[in-house]
């Protein structure tokens, strides 16, 4: 098979995480066959330095002309200052909101052999294993206005949190169709008794859930979801939430699998095999920023990267025995006790991010 993917980079440890699933995607091409054809592009606050803009025009052709693209994180101190107008976090919104790409899915597991890295007590951990689902292009990020100002009385800014019918049915669609595959229990998350947003929301999801029957529905408050995270995440299956909720949740649910580095995410513009759905491109990501703080290091966990890569060729290219053997692969290199230093609460081999991704592409 032929494809051609899309690398972006970007910032901070952008570059170092993506490079150990670059060692994967290789592995699999010798193994299987495969020709993957990558193409760098230039993202975030590097773009800013030499393009002045987080979204250069060649980028953008190059993520258009692609079947998939393989990012790494965007920004840094050094662009993160409030008055600056244009932000490295600008260029990935825009290419989420120009590829259409809605439906952000982030799988959360525990590994048996990393249960002792996460804070939590392991029989609060056990049979973790869970989709986040996050609504990608709309909601407080995309909505207007969204502006700062300042006034007689002192500074002001406004950000507008609206979605419209349609945003919020075609992702709680995802949700179910997702819920429908997994074990059939779909959790949406909303602020009802305090957001107009919320009720909307509410209102669809119980309109919906009579087409799928089969499924139990669960609603709950976001304040709430981001408790029973903690007391009790072996009950979630499928969760569903607006942008803003479903980031903040995400970033706590890592703290389950032992760490940010562990989780991987697709965004994509439909569900693969949905009825009617066209081809498109979608894109592949750890949940993880680009920690600047540790950028060059070596200690980066690059193996939430390498999972979206495996994400990438299920999803994309329907590669499903080649997913699994960068999954199994992964399973077995932790087993072995190998480990990033933020994984390595349980003792076991610590090993440098490059190791990492050498370890990982040697065991598929």
């Known amino acids: 098979m032929h494809a051609k993917i899309a690398v972006l980079p970007g910032d901070g440890i952008g570059p170092e995480v993506i490079s150990e699933s670059i060692k994967v995607l ?17 993202i975030g606050g590097n773009a800013i330095d030499e393009f002045g ?7 953008v052709e190059t993520c258009n002309a692609s079947d998939a693209i393989l990012f790494g994180a965007v920004g840094g101190p050094k662009w993160d200052h409030p008055s600056m107008n244009t932000r490295p976090e600008d260029g990935i919104l825009a290419i989420r909101k120009s590829l259409g790409l809605f439906a952000n899915l982030r799988p959360v597991k525990v590994y048996p052999s ?36 300042a006034t007689s009385r002192g500074r002001r800014g406004v950000d507008t949190l609206k979605y419209s019918e349609k945003e919020i049915e075609r992702i709680l669609r995802v949700g179910f169709e997702l819920a429908m595959g997994r074990r059939k229990k779909l959790t ?8 107009e947003s919320s009720r909307l929301w509410r209102e669809i999801a119980i309109e919906l859930s009579a087409e799928y ?28 939430s607006e942008n803003t909720f479903g980031d903040i949740l995400t970033d706590e649910a890592s703290v389950l699998s032992g760490s940010m580095g562990m989780l991987p995410s697709a965004s994509l513009a439909n569900l693969p095999g949905a009825a009617g759905a066209n081809k498109t491109v979608s894109l592949y990501e750890p949940i993880h920023g680009s920690a ?19 994400m990438m060729l299920r999803l994309s290219f329907e590669l499903e025995e080649e997913a699994s053997a960068i999954e199994n692969a992964v399973e077995a290199v932790l087993s072995e006790g190998y480990r990033t230093p933020d994984i390595s609460a349980d003792g076991g081999q610590t090993v440098p991010t490059g190791q990492i991704g050498n370890v990982i592409s040697g065991a598929i």
Do not use: C
């Not at 060059?296 to 999972?307: K, Y």
């Open 213 to 240: 029957p089969e499924v139990e529905v669960e609603h709950i408050l976001v304040d709430n979801a981001a408790m029973q995270l903690i007391r009790n995440p072996a009950s979630f299956d499928v969760i569903v």
């Open 292 to 310: 600047p703080d540790i950028a060059g290091q070596g200690i980066a966990n690059p193996i939430g990267s390498i999972l979206s890569t495996a």
């Open 188 to 195: 949406s998350v909303d602020k009802q008794n305090v957001l």
């Open 114 to 149: 990393l249960i002792n890295s996460s804070p939590l007590k392991p029989e609060i951990l056990s049979g973790v294993d869970m989709i986040v689902l996050r609504e990608l292009t709309g909601g407080l990020y995309f909505g207007k206005p969204k502006k700062r100002w």
């Open 53 to 59: 803009t987080p979204l250069p025009e060649a980028t």
């Open 26 to 42: 290789d592995a699999i091409s010798r193994k299987y066959g495969h020709d993957f054809e990558l193409i760098t592009g230039k």
